[in-house]
């Protein structure tokens, strides 16, 4: 999926979840849901999380394939483990309730991801294509159910 839909799809995830795992309406929950959202993005190079990086992501981008480590529930679960300990839980709770949200979108995407990766080479995905007319709908779809929300 493309940025914009992985950022609708991280806000829709806050919305739902957000308060089941200690977020509320904490601002920097909200932030690092947003940040999850487009972080396994980094080891794509023409990725604007990349992009953003600067030196780092092209580092990142040189040594690790797109859609590998970084698209793993088990590098998310390492990353929010880190974070955790570091700061407050809930706060890593958020940023993998983004990863997650991101994950799932990819998950659909006819490139897939491998959520067990590097532990296994079992791959889910689905029928979108990246940037396609079904993933603008999606957006769209996206974008009116948050404004309704808030309606």
Do not use: C
């Amino acid at each position: 999926m493309l940025f914009h839909t992985h950022v609708l799809l991280g806000i829709v995830f806050f919305l739902v979840f957000g308060k089941l795992l200690g977020g509320g309406s904490s601002v920097v929950f909200f932030l690092l849901v947003l940040l999850g959202s487009i972080f396994p993005d980094i080891d794509e190079r023409r990725s604007k999380m990349n992009r953003y990086s600067g030196f780092i992501g092209l580092i990142i981008a040189f040594f690790f394939k797109h859609r590998g480590i970084f698209h793993s529930l088990i590098f998310a679960g390492v990353v929010s483990l880190i974070l955790g300990y570091f700061w407050q839980a809930n706060y890593a709770y958020g940023f993998l309730l983004g990863y997650v949200a991101h994950l799932v979108g990819d998950g659909i995407t006819r490139m897939g991801i491998k959520p067990f990766y590097p532990f296994s080479k079992f791959k889910v995905r689905g029928p979108l294509k990246v940037g396609g007319f079904v993933e603008g709908l999606i957006l769209l779809m996206l974008g009116i159910g948050i404004v309704v929300y808030f309606i």
